[in-house]
């Protein structure tokens, strides 16, 4: 029964800043450790690919967000962290964590962000 729950989202003013967290329960990434995506979709919009984190700790970012989100993991406590500074009206979007295991995609029910004044 694996699952994931992303939370940490809200209201921001531009230029804030805000971290997201991403709870795995049903796998144990200290024994089973997995890459973990973040992704976002705004309305009217494609999902699109945020960041990634592989298992030995490996980044990579869209190029919208970098210098600006840092993603994180803590084996030990389930949980892959998105930070996000500088935030734009256009990082605007529901934020969603995803990882793979036996070809199966499991997602989280997203956490709404939005930047505005």
């Known amino acids: 029964q694996v699952q994931l729950v992303e939370s940490g989202g809200g209201l921001v003013q531009p230029g804030g800043s805000l971290t997201l967290a991403c709870s795995v329960s049903g796998i144990d990434f200290n024994t089973k450790p997995k890459p973990v995506t973040w992704y976002r979709q705004a309305p009217g919009k494609q999902r699109e690919f945020v960041a990634i984190?592989?298992?030995?700790?490996?980044?990579m970012y869209a190029d919208s967000v970098k210098g600006r989100f840092n993603i994180s993991r803590d084996n030990g406590k389930n949980t892959v962290s998105l930070q996000m500074g500088s935030l734009k009206p256009e990082d605007t979007a529901v934020y969603y964590c995803?990882?793979?295991?036996?070809?199966?995609?499991?997602w989280g029910q997203g956490t709404q962000v939005t930047v505005s004044s």
């Open positions: 984190i592989t298992v030995s700790r490996q980044t």
């Open positions: 995803n990882f793979r295991r036996h070809s199966d995609d499991y």
